[in-house]
């Protein structure tokens, strides 16, 4: 189903920004057959936004909220899909493991911590999976070096999605249906004029839509002002990739390892993901709290520092043969919103304006669903998978 032209609209529908969310967006549009374009500031794929870095992790039953297991389970559905039609690898079903050491536990309120509210999402959505103990852990993840009574959580319908390939394939699969897609275009304004939306370029050109998304990752606040500027705020993430010790059976145990998330205390900081080895290297991570800074400001440097801070923090003593010199890192940006929940939804002052914000830390492996959601609301007025848990409404009734 088409969405309606009007007289002033050239395009059906304009997405701003091709990242995760905009680059599944204008795929999902163009499939169902709407005349769309999507304009990017960059080359997307690139490494300046929140979508690179080779990898992220996709779990099915997601502890941070229920309303999001659909989104998981069918968003890893079109990565099948969108793999069957190229020749890269989208999706590495290497299994999830979430390990939660007896203070990550003990420490909260009961059912609080991630693991346990891991374990009532799969129970309240049938999604299959494993509890182990820690002799478990450790006869079967030797690179693990676990504590007594640790707790693990397996997943093994998940792991994950190499990113970069996987938005290669939403921009081929679009620009198959009919997308054009529109490089170095970085978008200067948006907004609605009576029955159409006007979406200016930084060069002064005008182009002329009946409806727009907006899925400018961390540009979303500074490209469209209030209520997003408040709303929405950006944060510096580092990556890091260690060496694998040199030895066959090392080697072994981390190149068919499981994603893993490991919560090894009750603080905030104590906390930190990895992947299985790639080449010899393993990628780890955690994340960084603070201020927020704007997009465009944001340090892109990766001192020794940073790397060394995250060895000594999280992976010494935790992760077995990993050597402590690391051989990259990268920064990436989060965009987070008060309650750390996405934002889907009209623009509360331009309508014809969808705001698609696949944020917190935890949006790729979302992102399919949520475009091809974003765009049966556009074509049908309605999806499939509900997005009403991401209504901007909540941050009104939540308003002291
Ligand atoms: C370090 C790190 C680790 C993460 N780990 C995971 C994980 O393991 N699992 C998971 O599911 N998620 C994870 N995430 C989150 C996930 O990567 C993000 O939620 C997701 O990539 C966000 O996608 P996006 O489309 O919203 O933003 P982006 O991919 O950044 O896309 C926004 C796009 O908009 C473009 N743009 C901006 N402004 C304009 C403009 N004015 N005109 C035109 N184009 C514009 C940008 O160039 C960019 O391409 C992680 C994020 C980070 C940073």
Known sequence: MRVGRGSNAVYDVIVIGLGAAGAATLSALAASGARVRGLDRFNSPHALGSSHGQ??????????????????????????????????ALFSQVGCLILSDPEDRNERPPGQAFIDRTLAAAREHGVAHELLDTDAIRGRYPQFVVRDEVAGYFEASSGFLHVEACI????????????????????????QEADHVVTTLADG?????????????????????????????????????????????????????????????????????????????????????GPGVPADTVDRATPASDSRRMFDAHVRGRLQSILPEPAFA????????????????????????????????????????????????????A??????????SRFAESAP
């Open 55 to 88: 990898s992220r992790i996709t779990r099915q039953a997601i502890g941070e909220g229920s309303a999001y297991v659909p989104l998981a389970v069918r968003s890893q559905q079109i990565w099948r899909e969108l793999e069957a039609e190229g020749d890269e």
């Open 383 to 392: 999806s499939r998978i509900d997005l009403s848990f991401f209504a901007l």
């Open 330 to 381: 990268a920064a990436c940006l989060y965009t987070v919103t008060p309650d750390s929940h996405f934002i889907i939804d009209r623009h509360p002052d331009h309508p014809r304006i969808e705001v698609v914000s696949a944020c917190s830390g935890h949006g790729f492996k979302h992102a399919a669903a949520i475009g091809e959601a974003v765009a049966e609301k556009l074509t049908h007025g």
């Open 168 to 191: 290669r394939a939403q921009l081929g699969r679009a620009q198959r249906a009919g997308a054009e897609v529109s490089s170095l275009s970085r978008v200067a304004s948006v907004r």
């Open 205 to 289: 050109e005008k182009l002329l839509s009946q409806r727009a998304v907006v899925s400018a990752g961390a540009w979303t606040a500074s490209l469209l002002g209030p209520p997003f500027d408040t709303l929405l705020s950006t944060t510096r993430q580092v990556m890091h990739w260690f060496p694998t010790a040199a030895g066959a059976e090392v080697e072994g145990a981390w190149s068919r390892s499981p994603v893993f998330i490991w919560r090894h205390g009750s603080g905030r900081d104590d906390f930190f993901y990895g992947f299985p080895s790639l080449g010899g290297q393993v990628k780890v991570a955690d994340e960084a709290y």
